[in-house]
């Protein structure tokens, strides 16, 4: 097997927000013969053993232990374990596991394989890498967007897919261990694979971020945050939060004002110019306000938007790329 280097990926060492789908927690095994017979060493690697152990801190929980020896080597340098099934993971954007490394610093590759259109085995198969720092042992939570997933470069890509399919899951396996990696044995430890939505949970996280800010900035008013798929505009997935109070009432001659309505201008801004909003250099269109406040990145699979109205314009900027700077967390390390 060989890998292949594909940056960073996010990590994420809080619980998960909910709203996944866990598809292997290895809590359904009756015996470890069962388990072993389901999570096997595949013909190539080295040496290895697969067991199922307690978790640690959770009772009655278990893991998968996955004892292995790296030497130097073709099928030496690294050892595999895999698990044969159908998972249909559509309507996720990323997959999550818990992951307790034993300080060796070796890297791990996670890998699934997908059928083709007729549900046959073709060994199309997508990965990405993870290496723990030398000396880390701390139990944490690993993110893998979909979109950093890639064909390993040794694969004959002939008759496979151009991109990712998460319906069309048939296989996962787990390597540890590559060519430059120090050798010798060890012990990795994993739990709770879980297909998640990486979006949905750092809009959360975003929201909260802009609503910290507003409230370091003495600012009331709305906060959104969008994301899109592809380079241009053609649909999004948002989120909205009420920080302090919608609208501005009318006071006297002044009508008033919607914030909500006006973060969501900002917004629309955005999308249309793939600019932050204030600096698209033309008139407002119908329906824009040209005012600072929407905030935009080019993220791993598509536009990163982030808009706030109720402050000073200056402020609005602030907040905005308060949340803008957690959603680009999604192709970085927390």
Known sequence: M???????????????????RVFEDFESFPSQEAFAKAWYGPPHGNWMRQTLAPRPGRAG?????????????????????????????AGYDAVRFWLKPDGSGREMTLQFNLADARGDN???????????????VAP?????????????????????????APAEVIELALYVGSPDSPFGEGVYQFDDFEAVRVHDDLAVRALAAMTAKAAELHASGAAVVAWTEGGSVRGWSSRMAVVGGLAKPAVGADPGANLLGVAYAKA???AETGR???????????????????????????????????????DDVKIARAGLDVLAGASAPE
């Open 2 to 20: 060989t890998k292949t280097a594909i940056g960073p990926i996010l990590l994420a060492l809080a619980a998960p927000a909910g709203g996944g």
């Open 61 to 89: 929980a278990h893991v998968l232990r996955f004892e292995y020896r790296t030497e130097p080597g073709e099928a030496k340098y690294y050892a595999a374990i895999c698990r044969v099934n159908r998972w249909n993971l």
């Open 122 to 136: 073709i060994h199309d198969l997508w990965q990405a890498s993870y290496r723990p720092e030398k000396g880390d």
């Open 140 to 164: 944490r939570r690993v993110t893998i967007p979909f979109a950093r997933l890639v064909h390993p470069a040794w694969l004959d890509r002939a008759g496979k897919r151009a991109s990712f």
């Open 268 to 270: 629309a801004e955005v």
């Open 276 to 314: 932050d909003s204030g600096a698209a250099g033309r008139r407002p269109m119908t329906g824009e306000l040209g005012w600072p406040g929407g905030v935009v990145l080019k993220g791993e699979t598509g536009l990163l938007i982030a808009a706030f109205s109720g402050g000073p314009s200056e």
